[in-house]
């Protein structure tokens, strides 16, 4: 018994340094993020693959089947990503239909939610960018929208 502190020790002290390899283990950091089971989600504005978007849309638009959380467990938002800038939205916020910005794309499911994540500042002109989702309370890496998730500023 008197040796059984300092093994267990060792043991410890061993399963932490394979955890920290770089060998073929997983990585929390690489797991893409991912919507909760079951809910759809679609960009709604900028409609995808629009062309001549504004380089200030102000914000991005989203309806899921259910509302993506904004908790303490959850923070879910947008990343936007071009070659040349990545940008960060808000924190979702529900908002009416009529809220939505105009053109925008109709969901393709019944009852959707509206979510929107707003912008901190302009885009870049003439640029192309894909919409990631992100749950930023969590180590998941941004994953891309599905379904259509690009649009190019005017």
Known sequence: MRYAAPVLAICVFGLSLAACSSGQ???????????????????????????????SPQQIVIGASSALPVNGNSAWDVVLDSNTQTVF??????????????????????????QSSTLPGPLSAMTAYTVYLNDSNSFCVPAPMPGGNTFTTQ
């Not at 283990?25 to 629009?50: K, R």
């Not at 939205?89 to 509206?114: C, E, K, L, M």
């Open 89 to 114: 939205g808000n924190a979702f916020a529900t908002i009416s239909a009529s809220q939505v910005p105009q053109p925008s794309a109709t969901p393709s499911f019944p009852n959707a939610v509206y």
């Open 25 to 55: 283990g997983s990585n929390p950091s690489s797991v893409p993020c991912s919507v909760p089971a079951g809910t759809q989600v679609q960009l709604l504005y900028p409609i995808p693959s629009a062309t001549a978007v504004p380089d």
